[in-house]
């Protein structure tokens, strides 16, 4: 990840290979933002020449010109931010400050001079510059990367609380860094032991204790769930616990992760395509690993525990069959109609797990189900379970910058789930099957305030990048548990 420092330095004397700053469309071109920040003469013709060079100020817009040793950069780069008529909501600092330094490939270090004139746009600038400069070179030799110097320009430069917000940039810029490398990487080398392993080498030197239970202690332990789900594999599952407990902690926070390292759908295969993108679907596990190590990077006042549910499912002639009747964790029995239904069957022996400690709060991250997709999108997560947990997820993750939209649990739906043979089954109404998949959970849950995220969608772009977002793995969600872990007051 790239390193970021605070310069109170103007921009005439900022040494970068480049310096950022804002543009935004206007009625007769565009208008820079901080215009003081840029010399008359530079400002001037940046606008004079705007439509020209084809400058519009539109968003993830990028275009370099030349300062003529007007500033000590020899690149000024313009980056737009859209239509904006006030001043940019964090989000929108966040967004261009990771589509400028994204798109900066090939030098060395990047100056950005875009609004931070106070704790909450320096915060959002930090971020996304720290965001975009993400780059997956693990396969492959890449000639280009980011910038590996950021430098924000900034008159709070050397204000304590300024640097507090940097460096709480750089912690969750790592841990969203953490999980796209995990999303990235390829299933052969990403199985349920070596993700555990990697748990393992992650926390080493932190204040967070891993355990890990291996198929024996799993069978010992009921999980039937998640060991039927990893039985046609031949690479069995794995459970990985993590543990941050502080020491006056003001409450206690269980996390549950999906972790599904490759999913074939099992004996109910899913289609050639319908595969490619399917090693990430362990990116809710690899969220709440990167979740709890950043709540002890920051030291936060809370009890979290994290509950990784990693299994691979494969068909193969050990593989569960549909109409198979599993028992999981807490003794309910489970008809499979559906193989590749199998995430609700990992999380539900998970979220028994995690309730057994009685936390404040229970919160499941998965990218669940196509119906996800369907409903909001590549860009849009949900969010589902009581009232006072989901609230505070929407909550954490409009105060992150993250979209989760709140999606209802609608009682009708349930009856759908019901087994002739057994306590549930796990597939019910195909219309609205995101929500039937958050009432199966809910069913494992008991009195534990509880809230379940769908990222199937924004977890893995298949698409262009934008913003502070790559192609492949993006990290989705590690920012909004951050956030809710970060307030002050108890979930319920």
């Known amino acids: 990840m790239a390193t970021l420092t605070l310069s109170p330095k103007d921009l005439t004397r900022l040494t970068a290979d480049a310096v950022v700053v804002g543009v935004a469309p206007a009625p007769d071109g565009v208008r820079v933002l901080d215009a003081d920040a840029l010399p008359e003469a530079l400002r001037d013709e940046v606008v004079a020449s705007a439509r020209g060079l084809g400058v519009s100020g539109e968003a993830d817009t990028l275009h370099r010109i030349p300062t003529g040793g007007r500033l000590a950069a020899p690149v000024l780069a313009l980056v737009g931010v859209g239509d904006h008529t006030g001043a940019l909501g964090a989000e929108a600092l966040r967004r261009a400050a990771g589509s400028a330094v994204r798109q900066l490939t ?79 990487a390829a ?15 992650a926390a080493k030197g932190t204040r967070v204790k891993v355990s890990v239970l291996d ?78 190590l950043a709540a ?22 050990t593989a569960q069959r549909p109409s198979d009747v599993i028992t999981q964790k807490n003794g309910t029995t489970v008809e499979v109609l559906n193989t590749d239904a199998e995430g609700r069957l990992v999380l539900a022996d998970g979220l028994v797990a995690a309730c057994e400690e009685k936390p404040d709060v229970v919160v499941d991250v998965a990218t669940l189900t196509g119906a996800q997709v369907v409903a909001l999108g590549t860009r849009v997560s949900a969010v ?25 649990l609608p009682e009708e739906l349930r009856a759908s789930l019901k087994s002739s043979v057994a306590d549930l089954a796990n597939i019910g109404d195909r219309f609205g099957g ?59």
């Not at 052969?188 to 748990?199: I, N, Q, S, T, W």
């Not at 616990?241 to 502080?246: D, E, I, N």
């Not at 006072?388 to 979209?403: N, T, Y």
């Not at 192609?471 to 319920?492: D, F, I, K, N, Y």
Request: charged fraction near 20%; aromatic fraction near 6%.
């Open 106 to 184: 090939g030098v060395r270090t990047v100056a950005l001079a875009l609004p931070a004139g106070d704790a909450t746009e320096l915060a959002a600038v930090c971020e996304g510059a720290l965001l975009g400069s993400y780059a997956f070179t693990r396969y492959r030799k890449v000639e280009q990367t980011p910038a590996a110097e950021l430098v924000v320009a900034t008159p709070l430069a050397r204000d304590g609380a300024a640097k507090k917000a940097a460096a709480r940039a750089a912690v969750v810029a790592e841990a969203v860094h953490g999980v796209r490398d995990l999303v990235n």
């Open 434 to 492: 995101m929500l039937v998949a958050g009432l199966f959970l809910r069913e494992f849950v008991g009195s534990t305030p509880w809230a379940h995220l769908d990222i199937a969608g924004p977890a893995f772009n298949e698409g262009t990048a934008h913003g502070y977002t790559p192609v492949g793995g993006t990290g989705v969600a590690v920012r909004t548990l951050l956030s809710m872990l970060e307030q002050p007051e108890p979930t319920r």
């Open 187 to 201: 299933p052969v080398d990403l199985f349920p032991a070596a993700f555990a392993d990697a748990a393992r080498t």
């Open 296 to 317: 002890a990077a920051l030291e936060l006042p809370v009890r979290v525990t994290g509950w990784l549910c990693l299994a691979e499912n494969m068909p193969s002639g």
């Open 215 to 292: 198929e024996k202690a799993l069978a010992a332990g009921g999980y039937g769930g998640i060991l039927a789900v990893g039985q046609g594999s031949s690479r069995p599952p794995r459970v990985v616990k993590l543990t941050y407990s502080p020491l006056r902690a003001q409450r206690s926070v269980a996390l549950v992760g999906k972790g599904i390292t490759f999913d074939s759908g099992g004996l109910s295969l899913k289609p050639a395509k319908g595969m490619e993108a399917m090693k990430s679907d362990m990116a809710g596990a690899a969220a709440v690993l990167h979740t709890v």
């Open 384 to 408: 589902m379970g009581t009232d006072d947990a989901r609230d505070a997820v929407v909550a954490a993750a409009r105060d992150a910058g993250e979209q989760f939209w709140p999606m209802p």
